[in-house]
């Protein structure tokens, strides 16, 4: 077996020239690292919410301040379009504010009706909670667990993808610069071997992770040996239904930013459209005249629609499942081809006439790839929307909102927007069902993820 690489190199998607060079921690580093956090935590979790909280909006107004510089940084890391990289980051800065403003209330005693003199449900820190996170979202997935997790006293260990690990070291310096002890978060550049030593450890008590359902499956069940709570945000495959009645106008504007948003690697992006058959050909037409006018180019340049997958590797995975796809009897109705030239680009493509059973359907394709698929009626469309192992997300397009509130509620997944293109807000809980995975971020339910809920009885 050839040796463990000491060091991991990031590298521009959009021109292939390299970035940065980050050595590994070595078990010892790592080790002390896990002590850190353990000190920080029996501190921090004694600090009152409004200390905590000033400190999170400073964090906020870092992210802020900063959010040109940290979106350069996620474009030149990942390739998304610049201004949905500065938008990211101030999103992060609303997520800090968020948790700032309702953490103690979420986690307050809560008094309940028992024969006791007092009896109560309290809400703790359960310690230092390990995070394995993606490249697609960098600062967002990030601080949709930090925020809430430190709010309630826990404390965070950040092992992100290696592609991103600037975004990583500024994350951490934004919350050093915000006032938080050193080990409060952290992040470990780790490989897999010592992610896997660093879930076991008992210095973590919980884990969670965004990525895919084989990462899932893998990291929850060393959470599980490890007798851990574990919080799964995995892939998704969402259905985008179009009904006869929609305005066709704005779901194909919407449809086009929904399937190519974050160049198209997003798990909530909208990737099978399911189309009812009386406009399904009218939609087609619509929705492939305005992919194929998508710019596709530099991430920097605010006039780029589309930018770079964020690794070569993925963009060949993309275009393997579209040949594929192809093989199998989809229609490439437009893109499919990889271009000539420095970068990971891939065009906005459109699969027409998919099936239930072949590829376009049944995987998800990460990328700016639409399969189109044709209902017979409503009901045909929910059987559709549901034929799929994922659950994350999905949207019901029609000019009913009763009848598009009926659609959503058949519709099994973590979340269903009606006339709108699914996205994550801090006041909704967001996860998925199924292979799409389990657990809840974001709301109530976020910051209570990693947490004791302790019953007191006093007689």
């Not at 609303?94 to 028992?114: I, S």
């Not at 919407?254 to 198209?264: E, I, L």
């Not at 657990?439 to 976020?446: K, T």
Request: aromatic share 8%; net charge negative.
């Amino acid at each position: 077996m050839p040796p463990r690489p000491d060091s991991v190199t990031t590298r521009n998607p959009a021109t292939g020239e390299t970035l940065d060079t980050y050595r590994r921690l070595t078990d010892d580093e790592t080790d002390a690292a896990l002590d850190r956090a353990a000190e920080a935590f029996e501190a921090h979790r004694q600090t009152p919410f409004a200390v905590r909280a000033e400190a999170m909006r400073r964090a906020a107004d870092l992210l802020d301040e900063g959010a040109e510089v940290h979106g350069a940084l996620m474009t030149r890391e990942m390739g998304k379009p610049l201004d949905q990289a500065v938008a990211e980051a101030r999103k992060c800065a609303w997520v800090c504010r968020y948790y700032a403003e309702h953490a103690e209330g979420f986690l307050q005693d809560e008094p309940r009706e028992t024969d006791a003199t007092r009896s109560f449900v309290a809400y703790e820190p359960l310690g230092p909670v390990l995070a394995v996170m993606p490249w697609n979202f960098p600062y967002w997935q990030t601080l949709r667990f930090a925020a809430p997790t430190i709010m309630a006293g826990g404390v965070g260990l950040l092992k992100h993808a290696d592609n991103v690990l600037g975004c990583a070291e500024a994350m951490v310096d934004v919350f050093r610069q915000a006032g938080f002890d050193d080990g409060v978060f952290q992040w470990l550049n780790l490989d897999h071997e010592a992610t896997a030593r660093v879930i076991a450890d008992d210095r973590v008590r919980a884990v969670t992770l965004t990525g895919s359902s084989r990462a899932g499956r893998s990291v929850g069940s060393q959470a599980g040996q490890a007798l851990k709570p574990s919080l799964l945000e995995l892939g998704g495959s969402d259905a985008f239904v179009v009904l006869a009645d929609a305005d066709l106008d704005r779901a194909v504007e919407v449809g086009v930013a929904a399937r190519t948003q974050n160049n198209g690697q997003s798990c909530i992006a909208a990737k099978r459209f399911i189309l009812e058959a009386p406009i399904a050909d009218e939609y087609t037409a619509r929705f492939v005249e305005r992919m194929e006018a998508l710019t596709v180019g530099d991430p920097t340049d605010p006039d780029t629609d589309l930018g770079p997958l964020a690794r070569e590797d993925l963009r060949a995975g993309v275009h393997d499942q579209v040949e594929r796809a192809a093989a199998e009897g989809a229609r490439v109705l437009c893109g499919g081809t990889v271009p000539d030239g420095p970068g990971a680009y891939y065009p906005p493509t459109v699969l027409g006439g998919v099936g239930e059973g072949t590829v376009a359907f049944e995987e998800e394709i990460f990328g700016p790839v639409a399969s189109l698929t044709v209902a017979q009626d409503q009901d045909d469309a929910v059987r559709l929307a549901n034929a799929t192992r994922f659950g994350l997300g999905g949207s019901v397009w029609t000019r009913s909102r009763e009848r598009g509130e009926r659609v959503a509620r058949r519709i099994r997944s973590g979340a269903v927007f009606v006339n709108e293109m699914t996205k994550s807000h801090p006041n909704l809980p967001f996860g998925g069902v199924g292979d799409s995975g389990y657990g809840r971020e974001l709301g109530r339910p976020g910051i209570r993820a990693f947490v004791n809920e302790k019953t007191v009885w006093v007689e």
